[in-house]
């Protein structure tokens, strides 16, 4: 189904981007780091302000203004297609990713907050967290912190590796490059889990690009809104959002699953598997998860298993 497109400049608009045959864009920490660095990159590029932000496992949403209907798709087709290259180079693929992205705008303030609570929400609707806050990749809780998943990195007390890190996320940020997946893996190899999640919460940090003040400016204050979207799921009746399955938790518990049995080394690995191949996986991962048969072929990217 195609998406609608339509702006208004100075406006508020709301961009939802799907994905080929509706297949899994994120399977690691990684996915989301290199694709919120591409985005960060690409809003200060085209000068746009992006009011909401959130990734979930197979589509994305971003809450933005634009002068220019052009601006706001350069912008889009920046960070779509470069992240899209750099994943799919990791999984030896030649595919397209996503879809053409829908907008809708959204005119006055009753409409605003209600598209704003509507993503801050998506987390927990899907089953990925208990409150729109405590969803990582809605990145709500960056507004009033810079670790809210993580202890504080203090670098005087920090080790070799993690300070190296550090150093080599600075650099990109300066240079205005997005992260890349070579360098992620090389910077945290050496890291501890605790030491992995910093880093996550640094770099989100690093590259915030999110106006959180303007959006909270909606609603009064931080707490405020909270409780908006604590008391309310919020509407968007413009653009199709297909759900498939209860919730989508089964997809970390199906990438859990394929890292510790399958592609220990790198959970992409078998992404670059020709279909046939992947398909060979489908009863594993029916069998122990909470899977639907339509979310096992999204998390393989297989159209069908026969």
Not at 103 to 126: A, F, Q, T
Not at 197 to 212: G, K, M, R, T, V
Request: hydrophobic share 40%; charged share 25%; glycine share 4%.
């Amino acid at each position: 189904m195609k998406e609608k497109r339509r702006f208004v400049a100075g406006a508020v608009n709301h961009c939802y981007q799907k994905t080929i045959n509706g297949e899994l864009i994120f399977y690691s920490v990684s996915d989301y780091l290199v694709c919120f660095t591409h985005i960060s990159v690409a809003s200060r590029r085209h000068a746009v302000k992006v009011l909401s932000q959130v990734l979930m496992p197979d589509h994305l949403h971003g809450s933005v203004v634009a002068e220019q209907k052009t601006e706001l798709e350069a912008f889009v087709q920046d960070y779509t297609s470069h992240f899209a290259r750099a994943h799919n180079v990791l999984c030896h693929r030649d595919a397209p990713l996503f879809c053409p992205f829908g907008s809708v705008p959204k005119l006055g303030g009753k409409d605003v907050r209600s598209n704003l609570i509507y993503l801050g929400n998506n987390g927990p609707e899907r089953k990925l967290s208990a409150q729109a806050e405590s969803y990582r990749w809605a990145f709500l809780p960056y507004s009033q912190c810079r670790h809210p998943f993580s202890e504080k990195l203090r670098l005087g007390h920090a080790s070799h590796a993690m300070r190296q890190a550090v150093r080599e996320i600075q650099a990109f940020r300066k240079a205005e490059l997005p992260m890349n997946y070579a360098a992620l893996q090389r910077l945290t190899a050496k890291l501890s889990s605790e030491e992995k999640n910093q880093i996550a919460d640094y770099i989100i940090s690093e590259y915030q690009y999110i106006d959180f003040d303007a959006a909270i400016a909606y609603f009064g204050d931080y707490q405020t809104m909270l409780e908006a979207m604590h008391a309310s799921k919020g509407t968007e009746y413009e653009i199709h959002e297909e759900f498939v399955g209860w919730d989508d938790k089964v997809y970390g518990h199906m990438s859990s699953l394929i890292q510790a049995h399958v592609c220990r080394a790198d959970i992409h690995d078998f992404l670059a598997w020709p279909e046939d191949k992947r398909k060979q996986l489908f009863l594993f991962l029916k069998d122990n998860t909470a899977a639907t048969a339509r979310q096992v072929y999204k998390f393989l990217r297989c159209a069908r298993v026969a």
